[in-house]
């Protein structure tokens, strides 16, 4: 059976199978999850979560959440009043496990030879001078001093520990409940991870309902000013639906959660997935104008057989390029690759079917007779002056681009990766309001936990303790260091005077250590040492607190531990959220590195078949290599980091800007084959295809464009960014690949010579699809439209 006849002869054979399989999609996409937990986003064997993992195992899950509460001095006696009734609500409440603020620091001192172990905040002071004297005494006290107090008085925190035992939503509902129950003048700011992840949560879901209808809205809109036909807007813009529909089924079909890069998705098939049914409408309109004697079946079988080639290898090399996703280390990457990839096969398979079986159940519509007409617009105009440019100056066009390159990556010496998940949500949040008064006055927003096997109560491990708590503090960013070696040493405090050989001293033998802890269980609470001790003593645990804004000031910490672990016998194990955030950076890195060589080299080999040369693959991947370091130089330039988000640039970007490379070569390919000389075929090249591609590649900018529109800062600064790199790699194709194609000739691209039989039935255009006119070539007519 003929390909061209197969579409009309099952045409609604296809159409009832595509309806279908979109109507069976619909289900699924009731049953999707959001999963707004960036620790599940790397694989189980990750270091820092199996260690995390095992320290949990001995000291419970708790998650730390963080409200900071801001007055002109917190001691003043509402402020005071609110802080007391805030803590003791919590500390009723079952989902927190442990509640530290300045009503439940202890001042651990000596009365009559005894420790005694009483709250820093006994009473709140009604008068100036008690207010003074509580001043005086917290300073001293380095248990509250700097830690649930600020060093000016303007800052208190109330530290959560939740056990987990509840969801995100319920957790925040009932804190802000117990804020809203007690209320004052104070200025109340909460971070943790359960804030972080409540508030992904809930943007997310904002994301989804917001942004793509908006970015729906302005595809009907350009696709109506392009086409002005009600048929040119809705069978395009049905692909975009139906591809968004199973794009998105798929997710919960194969298991899996709706990430917050998972917002990229809709948006992504948005941006691609109505480029391949474009061309058929443009084709459509095309013939129906230039050949109004051809019925509507003529005209459907041309259309197919003109465009199945050159948009079967578009479609695979967008494909091709996205798959690179899934190289990526972080699981909701791979994810997205998957589904993205899957997506765009169904888009594809669509618009070469769908699309065309519709058209031709379908009457013709009135031609566009404004199409025959010399294009006298922007686009025309601007390539018209390119073309001229570039013909005259090749060399000075590469030149230019080598330049161009040079400066722009540069900006790679000042390319930073983002250490931690602080910048998911805008700065004015209170969740990163929180973050910046915790690293200014509380010494850091992060911890490092590092568990010891052996006996707690052993004066030899104390004293080991203790030296990495003296060593460690010697860091500029570690806020505070504590472990069961801090406490002991408060209670030597207590327990000898300031001229006794034992004062601020781990004691030398077992007993007394036990003998201070047994006192401590005795006349203060025995639930203080369970943050730093198991029950029976057979393991401990150091709490490094300290602030970083670079993986770098994690590694200081991370390495100075790892030295402290070398010089000693203890069998240390080290975790900590921190150290988690730091692997996904790490991991980020690594997966965007993967994934850029995984879909460089796929691109190079695809063309270079398609082409049947390497040279073609070689000098067709020059573009992409171009807009990928040159996008990454301008993010160091432009202080922008490496994230979750940005890190997707590569694969996608180079998945969509192969197209314009590809589409240069071909209709080069084609002048030549007609016998015009390389000057010739690239001014021919740039007036007719070129609009075409910019066009297209307009298009999917503007697709993205809306996620500027975004929640997430994060996914701003990629959409801006894929903007960038698909904006340079369209200047590549139509300025560097005609200068480089001008300057070096490459054999690939035929000498000028008569096309063949052969050659004509995979070129973009047929000479047997031409307009009536002649000359119509020579004045950029609707084939421009068409490419």
């Not at 943007?203 to 970015?215: A, E």
């Amino acid at each position: 059976m003929k390909r061209e006849n197969f579409i009309i002869r099952y045409r609604w054979v296809i159409i009832l199978a595509t309806i279908i399989c979109v109507g069976l999609c619909v289900v699924p996409l009731t049953k999707i999850h959001i999963n707004p937990d960036f620790e599940s986003y790397l694989p189980d064997t990750m270091y820092s979560k199996q260690n995390d993992r095992l320290i949990s195992e001995v000291f419970g899950k708790e998650e730390p959440v963080l409200i900071v509460m801001e007055s002109s001095d917190v001691f003043n006696p509402t402020t005071l009043q609110r802080i007391e009734k805030l803590s003791k609500a919590f500390s009723r409440m079952s989902a927190f496990k442990r509640v530290y603020s300045l009503f439940q620091a202890k001042n651990i001192t000596s009365e009559e030879g005894s420790m005694v172990v009483n709250p820093v905040i006994r009473q709140i002071p009604e008068t100036s001078e008690e207010t003074e004297e509580l001043r005086s005494e917290i300073k001293s006290n380095d248990l509250a001093y700097k830690m649930v107090v600020s060093d000016d008085f303007h800052y208190a925190l109330i530290m959560l520990s939740s056990n987990k035992t509840v969801q995100d939503k319920e957790l925040i509902g009932m804190i802000n409940q117990t804020l809203e129950k007690y209320p004052g003048t104070e200025k109340v700011m909460i971070s943790g991870q359960p804030i972080l992840r409540d508030e992904a949560n809930r943007k997310i879901s904002r994301d989804i309902l917001v942004l793509l209808p908006i970015g729906l809205l302005l595809m009907f809109v350009l696709l109506w000013i392009s086409f002005r036909e009600i048929r040119g807007v809705l069978l395009p813009f049905s692909v975009v639906i139906f591809s968004i529909t199973v794009c998105m089924a798929l997710i919960p079909i194969f298991g899996w959660e709706l990430s917050l890069i998972g917002v990229l998705v809709p948006i992504m098939m948005l941006a691609i997935a109505n480029n391949y049914g474009v061309y058929f409408i443009a084709r459509y309109q095309d013939l129906n104008a230039s050949n109004p004697n051809l019925s509507m079946h003529e005209i459907v079988t041309r259309s197919f057989s003109y465009l199945f080639m050159p948009v079967l290898f578009c479609g695979l090399t967008t494909i091709v390029g996205i798959l690179g996703l899934v190289a990526h280390l972080l699981i909701p990457a791979r994810q997205m690759g998957v589904v993205t990839g899957i997506g765009i096969c169904f888009a594809l398979a669509a618009s070469l079917l769908f699309v065309p079986a519709i058209l031709s159940a379908l009457k013709k519509g009135k031609p566009h007779k404004d199409l025959l007409g010399q294009h006298k617009g922007f686009f025309s105009t601007l390539l018209n002056h390119t073309g001229n440019g570039v013909t005259r100056h090749p060399k000075r066009v590469i030149i230019s681009f080598a330049v161009f390159f040079a400066v722009c990556s540069s900006g790679l010496f000042f390319f930073k990766v983002a250490p931690d998940s602080n910048n998911v949500l805008p700065k004015k949040n209170q969740f990163n309001q929180a973050v910046a008064v915790t690293d200014q006055y509380f010494g850091g927003n992060k911890t490092i936990s590092v568990m010891f096997d052996g006996d707690a109560k052993d004066p030899k491990l104390l004293e080991e303790l203790d030296q990495y708590e003296q060593e460690l503090k010697k860091l500029p960013n570690v806020g505070s260091v504590t472990s069961l070696a801090t406490m002991v040493k408060k209670m030597s405090k207590a327990l000898n005077d300031p001229t006794d050989a034992g004062y601020n001293q781990i004691p030398e033998s077992r007993d007394a250590v036990a003998q201070y802890l047994e006192l401590y269980s005795m006349n203060g609470d025995p639930e203080d040492l369970e943050q730093f001790v198991n029950f029976d003593y057979t393991k401990t645990l150091l709490t490094v607190q300290y602030k970083a804004s670079k993986i770098v000031e994690i590694n200081t910490v991370l390495n100075r531990l790892k030295e402290l672990g070398k010089n000693n016998l203890l069998s240390q194990v080290i975790g900590g959220y921190s150290l988690v955030e730091k692997e996904m950076s790490e991991s980020i890195v690594t997966g965007q590195n993967h994934s850029l060589i995984f879909a460089f080299i796929a691109i190079l080999i695809l063309i270079a078949i398609i082409f049947k040369s390497f040279k073609a693959g070689f000098i067709g991947s020059l573009p992409l290599a171009f807009a990928v370091f040159c996008t990454f130089g301008l993010m160091g330039w432009l202080g922008l980091e490496l994230n979750m988000a940005t890190a997707l640039l590569s694969s996608i970007s180079i998945g969509l800007g192969v197209d314009f490379t590809i589409q240069v070569f071909w209709r080069i390919k084609w002048e030549l084959s007609n016998g015009n000389d390389y000057a010739t075929s690239v001014k021919i090249t740039l007036k007719t295809i070129g609009r075409g591609i910019m066009i297209n590649a307009f298009a999917v900018m503007l697709g993205f464009s809306v996620l500027l529109l975004s929640a997430f800062p994060l996914v701003q600064s990629f959409g801006f960014l894929i903007i960038l790199s698909l904006f340079l790699c369209l200047i590549c194709a139509l300025v560097l690949i005609p200068a480089i194609c001008l300057v070096f000739k490459p054999a690939f691209l035929g000498k000028p010579a008569m096309i063949s039989q052969n050659e004509e039935t995979t070129l973009f255009l047929e000479e047997k699809d031409m307009p009536l006119h002649p000359e119509s070539e020579k004045q950029d007519s609707v084939h421009s439209v068409i490419q």
